[in-house]
């Protein structure tokens, strides 16, 4: 990567999105958290990863190998459409008041909650 901007990602926090590459292909799920600076996306339930976790009692945590989510190439996930409930593009609506919606592609239907 040349630059160290962030990339502009039309996937937010708590978007249903279906992952379209890699070993969880097929696997739908809820992003959990979005990293513009990498590029990267975390969704519920893919990327599992092993972490051998040290206890911590200050934070009422035991030890052991935890499984939890490790972050996905934003290119691997694409939204899915409220209307058909399969995985499309997203594009921008201006509004008439000069304010950008979220729309998907396939539908034309709205994104935003």
Known sequence: MAGT??????????????????RDKGRRGRVLEVSHK??????EGSGM????QK??????????????????DISNVQLIDPQSGKPTRVKYQ??????????????????EK
Do not use: M, W
């Open 94 to 111: 201006r509004d008439s008041d000069g304010s950008k919606t979220r729309v998907a592609a396939s539908s034309g239907h709205s994104l």
């Open 38 to 43: 990498k590029g990267k996306v975390k969704v």
């Open 5 to 22: 901007g962030t990339k502009r990602a039309k996937i937010r926090k708590n978007d249903q999105v279906a992952i379209i590459a890699g």
């Open 49 to 52: 990863i092993k972490r051998h």
């Open 55 to 72: 206890a911590n009692p200050q934070a009422n945590r035991g030890g052991g190998i935890v499984d939890k989510e490790s972050f996905i």
